[in-house]
């Protein structure tokens, strides 16, 4: 857990940071000043890896705020709100960009899970399926065509009145 810890902690300091250097500032207007993106994309990736409900992601706040690196409070319903702001969103995408980038040329196929696999299971199937019975009628073949060459198997065999056999091959 620490290292999950530790890893939205600097995950999404490097996000928030990189999107601030290639945005422009925004211009604060009057009244309260908002919440840290960051800090909300932290405790929603916590509220995700806890599944926990979002006034119990508040208590875990109190929790690991320090070891997040969060340092002010805030409550449940901003929490709740954390998927609306846009600025969380494009934490959340840079983040999926971030991991990416680690990945770089390393790896050929990509999955939603890790297996390499496709999502959907009928393809996967029906593809091992098709292989399958495919490899059943080469063997089929195979073992057909050793039986034609072999005159014993011959099925036209007859007999003539000497009652000696004669082969049609």
Do not use: C
Request: proline share 4%.
């Amino acid at each position: 857990m620490v290292n999950y810890l530790n890893n939205i902690r600097d995950l999404l300091d490097l996000a928030d940071k990189r999107i601030k250097e290639r945005t422009p500032p925004r211009k604060r207007g009057p009244g309260r000043p908002t919440t840290d993106p960051a800090n909300i994309a932290k405790t929603l990736l916590l509220q995700t890896y806890l599944e926990s409900s979002n006034r119990l992601a508040e208590r875990f706040l109190f929790l690991f705020q320090e070891k997040l690196g969060i340092s002010i409070h805030f409550s449940y319903k901003t929490i709740e709100r954390g998927y609306d702001r846009d600025r969380v969103n494009e934490i959340l995408d840079e983040i999926i960009v971030i991991t990416n980038e680690s990945v770089g040329g390393k790896k050929e196929t990509f999955s939603f899970d890790g297996t390499g696999f496709s999502a959907s299971n009928k393809e996967n199937y029906a593809y091992k399926r098709q292989k399958q019975n495919s490899k059943k009628r080469n063997k089929k073949a195979e073992s057909a065509s050793s039986v034609e060459k072999d005159p014993a198997y011959d099925s036209f065999s007859e007999s003539n009145s000497t009652g000696t056999k004669k082969r049609f091959s």
